[in-house]
Nanobody, 120 residues
Framework: QLQASGGGLVQAGDSLRLSCAAS????????MGWFRQPPGKEREFVAA????????YYADSVKGRFTISRDNAKNTVYLQMNSLKPEDTAVYSC???????????????WGQGTLVTVSS
């Protein structure tokens, strides 16, 4: 089970940190990803991290503003979001995969999302 949390309503330029907590099984050997679905749009890749945390991957739209990290001892993945923009408004979900990927099809386990709303 994966559960994302930390979303909320913020203003443009603000920061938020999302958390994705795992329970029921360890995800310490899985690659983890964050995806988001803006209102009325398709789900899109945001960021991914290898099981060790050694390799990070970002969508161009968030590169330099978002940081993905993980704490395997806590079975938790984070997404630090800085300099938020109204176009970052979306439901953010975390997922686990055997490999880091930008494709949602490669992720087997999904958590419920958390809504991030950025006002201008």
């Amino acid at each position: 089970q994966l559960q994302a949390s930390g979303g909320g309503l913020v203003q443009a330029g603000d920061s938020l940190r999302l958390s994705c907590a795992a329970s029921g099984r360890t995800f310490s050997t899985d690659a983890m990803g964050w995806f988001r679905q803006p209102p009325g749009k398709e789900r899109e890749f945001v960021a991914a991290i290898t099981w060790s945390g050694a390799n990070l991957y970002y969508a161009d739209s968030v590169k330099g503003r978002f940081t993905i990290s993980r704490d395997n001892a806590k079975n938790t993945v984070y997404l630090q979001m800085n300099s938020l923009k109204p176009e970052d408004t979306a439901v953010y979900s975390c997922a686990a995969s055997w490999k880091p990927s930008t494709s949602s099809n490669d992720y087997k386990y999904w958590g419920q999302g958390t809504l991030v709303t950025v006002s201008s």
